[in-house]
């Protein structure tokens, strides 16, 4: 067997364990993900996560585990922006700054969602992302119900999270920053998806991006509708290019309504 031989099966291999990585985080089945996938980015990413080293993924969970600005850099980097028939999901060039500005909030307004600092330490050392995602189950949920706020109260949350932080953080100074000078609004929807794929794994259900049976079409999963405990009670859906969502009911008979 020659060397271009071997590295082109050592690709294959990676590329096999990446779809079944994304098949198994999105809940969908392996043709799903290998279509999915097929996005070269995403491929890159999902492969090159696939062949860390153990130190290496311990990093990213030491990362996973530091929230607002560690946890948030995580997501970004762990959901890349895809390409879907319904449009780009996982978008929005300050979805990281948004999704760090959303935890700062719930440290500000519901400190005891923050797991303890030892307990995110130990779960960080297992070099596990799902453990991480167990642990910060509460955080994420809180952070994700955030963004049901209406665009002026939510703006005003965040400005009274960061107004009452250390003066001297880093993570305060640089999200006061981010406020004052960047339109974040446009990475909201984006952030609101990423919290919605790791919230919805957890539930073993389809994450943003997946396709679902709408009425006979096949529809591409935008998001969730969380209640304010227990699971979620719907998918949000597009299909294709049409703008308008659709909601697919979650435990009922699945009866799609036109929002």
Request: overall charge positive; some cysteine.
């Amino acid at each position: 067997m020659t060397g271009t031989e071997r590295r082109r099966q050592a690709n294959d291999r990676a590329r096999r364990r990446a779809v079944r990585a994304l098949a198994a985080q999105m809940g969908v089945p392996y043709s799903v993900a290998a279509r999915l996938i097929a996005d070269p980015h995403r491929s890159l990413v999902f492969a090159h996560r696939e062949q860390r080293p153990f130190h290496a993924r311990v990093r990213d969970t030491r990362e996973a585990a530091a929230p607002p600005l560690g946890r948030a850099a995580h997501l970004a980097a762990r959901f890349p922006r895809l390409h879907t028939a319904a449009g780009r999901l996982y978008d929005g060039r300050d979805r990281q700054t948004v999704l760090a500005m959303l935890y700062a909030v719930v440290a500000h307004e519901s400190p005891g969602l923050l797991p303890a600092p030892g307990e995110l330490a130990w779960v960080a050392e297992l070099g596990e992302e799902t453990a991480v995602d167990i642990t910060c189950a509460a955080l994420d949920r809180a952070a994700r119900l955030v963004l049901d706020d209406d665009g002026w109260r939510l703006w005003t949350r965040v400005d009274a999270a960061l107004g009452a932080g250390d003066r001297r953080s880093d993570a305060t100074i640089l999200l006061e920053r981010e406020l004052r000078t960047v339109s974040l609004r446009g990475s909201l929807a984006g952030a609101r998806q990423t919290l919605d794929a790791v919230l919805l794994a957890a539930h073993r259900l389809k994450a943003p991006g997946a396709r679902v049976d709408l009425g006979g079409r096949a529809a591409t999963v935008v998001g969730a509708r969380w209640p304010e405990g227990g699971p979620p009670t719907a998918y949000e859906v597009r299909l294709g290019g049409d703008p308008r969502l659709h909601v697919v009911d979650l435990g009922h008979e699945q009866q799609p309504a036109g929002v």
